[in-house]
């Protein structure tokens, strides 16, 4: 059976499990913690990520030692080079989220020039800065590229509403599950890939991102076309292009993410330390250490795997 977006030379990737020549649907049970009153329950696992594609790509032993071959390979490309590889590769099961950091402007930009039609997202919590909503626009008038908005189920509103308040304040992991990872879940279903835009000079666990690897957090491909570039490198490419950036970056915002979890920046302070400032956490699950388990909140610490 013929794979679109994987080319040829590459090892067979195999393709069957959720619905095998049986007809069956594989199903497991996990425990769930519900969103709403904290009980626990059991749902069904459904496949996710690139394990729900038709036909679906899984990760078999061969695969990922194909990926970690490329990858290799691919450390000493370009990120525009990396960009097309994954286009080429992928699409049109390859897709980009954004955050509208200035990492994912110089992707948006460069995605422009090879791939406009490369379907692109934002997580939109509820809680994000109107500078930061207001990019949707800028990109659009810039690049002709409609940035689709992801959100929760629950609106703010009715979220604090079933939860006595802002659910930041007391359990901010639980938050950031609730109104990043599971959407993040939901717009990656069905799509072998993804592109996120962090460095890994940001934090020790993007340290260890490779330039594509599989996602376990989310089953799929991960490709981080900035992995090996510098915060420098990204500003003096914003500055050459004249690139949209989010104008809270003039204000001392280094990096942005929500409002109630993001501060400016002191002289001196690294550039994410306005993130979740005081509490310990550093991220917010999408891209920390690759722990399958973190696709379900139990409560027990940091929910954790964007530039988000
Ligand atoms: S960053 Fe803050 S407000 Fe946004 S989802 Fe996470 S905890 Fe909630």
């Not at 992995?227 to 970056?249: C, E, F, G, Q, S």
Request: proline share 8%; hydrophobic share 35%.
């Amino acid at each position: 059976m013929a794979t679109k977006g994987i080319s040829m030379g590459q090892p067979a990737v195999r393709l069957s499990g959720w619905n095998s020549e049986h007809g069956h649907v594989r199903e497991r049970l996990r425990l769930a913690v519900c969103g709403t009153c904290g009980g626990t329950g059991q749902e069904e696992v459904q496949p996710e990520g690139a394990l729900a594609a038709t036909p679906p790509l899984e990760p078999t032993p061969e695969y990922l030692e194909w990926l970690a071959a490329e990858s290799q390979r691919l450390e000493r490309a370009e990120p525009a080079e990396i960009l097309r590889w994954a286009v080429e590769q992928y699409a049109p099961r390859f897709t980009m989220a954004t955050a509208f950091g200035p990492e994912g402007m110089v992707l948006i930009h460069m995605l422009s020039e090879l791939a406009p039609e490369t379907p692109i997202f934002n997580l939109d919590t509820g809680y994000q800065f109107p500078e930061t909503l207001a990019m949707v626009e800028r990109v659009w008038e810039r690049y002709g590229i409609r940035v689709e908005l992801k959100r929760p189920e629950l609106s703010v509103e009715q979220y604090e509403a079933a939860n006595g308040g802002p659910v930041y304040k007391t359990d901010p992991d639980r938050c950031c599950f609730d109104r990043k990872i599971r959407v993040l879940r939901q717009a990656v279903r069905g799509m072998y890939a993804w592109a996120s835009a962090i460095r890994r000079d940001q934090s020790p666990d993007r340290a260890r991102a490779p330039i594509v690897g599989w996602d376990r957090k989310f089953q799929l491909v991960k490709v981080s076309p900035l992995a090996n570039w510098t915060k420098k490198d990204v500003w003096a490419m914003i500055t050459r292009h004249n690139i949209p950036y989010n104008p809270l970056h003039d204000q001392g915002y280094a990096s942005i993410g929500c409002w109630p979890c993001t501060r400016p920046i002191l002289f001196g302070e690294d550039e994410r330390a306005g993130r979740w400032s005081g509490t310990g956490k550093i991220e917010c699950g999408l891209h920390s250490l690759d722990d399958p388990q973190s696709n379900q909140y139990t409560g027990r610490g940091p929910a954790t795997g964007a530039g988000l």
